[in-house]
């Protein structure tokens, strides 16, 4: 079976909307944790204006009955909060008037979609480009991942993350358990465990704020109890370390990916990169360390899925920067819109569940079934025959 989603909606719209197809019956969703994972994203020291607007929730309209899915697909509805303000300019019936009245945006503004978008889908108004590639559509992203996430604790496995990296500062390496990570990262507005790198952090946002300027970072996210074997060596689509880069790097912003120590290994010799392979009766076999996050040969190897994102700091500053108007041809510098300063707290919330939504999608591929009865059945037949092996 194959999981798959689509998204649809803009960012001044009546809503975004999401459609989850493969997911099994017998899945049970919890609506509360639902909606606190989209709570999630809206939080973070150096977030923008928005989000005191939003309070963002999902509604499902199809494929949950009585608490349950029923095999058919999943539709998922996150309202804009702020579409009342919007309802003339985003009409999708025509609307007369001036540029102003229409809010025509001719002045692209530079790191983001705007010119490339204009150039290549021909639109004069670049409204067009900028309401549909804006980081707005993250939330339809983990409402979907969020239900990725439910199906993937229903077999055990736990999702994680925490930021590394702000800027200058970064957060001392930790080996906490995941279920002492989730509770500590999410009392920290930057999400991260130490206190004094906490202070650090929403110190230095508050100074890039005031200078009107904007930070970028690195995210980290874990997922533990993930079995042996999901992905494939023999195929380069399938090699599912491959399929969770190319996901990271789809978030808005994001300009990087590494797995495990990733680039870090460029460094170091051979014998101080590989993971020396063990095995005891009880647990199996398993690896000595986890310098590789939990891969090899694009397949996990039953060690935590340890995988890093590098967010570039945001393209609308408070301090423009230099562009041309698509009608004059004149330079100008790029308008301010409502921003954020820093949203790597919430990027790694989002990196959570892209991450989630490609573990789950490979799981199901190898323990594919139509209900989740059948997949626990197909899963323990093959833990029994790696228990045998």
Known sequence: MSLRYLTAGETHGPQLTAIIEGLPSNLTIDFEELNFQLHRRQKGHGRGRRMQIEKDTANIVGGVRHGRTTGAPVALIVANNDWKHWTSVMNIEPIEGSDEEKRRVH?????????????????????????????RET?????????????????????????????????????????????LTEESPVRVVDKETEQKMTDYIDQIKAEGDSIGGIVECIIEGVPIGLGSHVQWDRKLDGRIAQAVVSINAFKGCEIGIGFEAAKLRGSQVHDEIMYEAERGYHRATNRLGGFEGGMTNGEQIVVRGVMKPIPTLYKPLRSVDIDTKEPFTAQVERSDSCAVPAASVVMEHVVAWEVAKAFLEKFGGDSIEEIRANLNNYLEQLGRY
């Not at 004069?124 to 980081?135: C, F, G, I, T, Y």
């Open 139 to 183: 939330a339809a992203r983990v409402a979907v991942g969020a239900v990725a996430r439910q199906f993937l604790a229903e077999f055990g496995i736990k999702v994680a993350g925490q930021v590394i990296r702000i800027g200058e500062i970064e957060a001392p390496a930790n080996q906490l358990p995941v279920d002492e990570l989730i509770r």
């Open 107 to 135: 002045r692209p503004r530079p790191g983001h979609a705007d010119l490339n978008g204009g150039l290549k889908y021909d639109l004069k108004d670049l409204r067009n480009v900028l309401e549909r590639s804006s980081a």
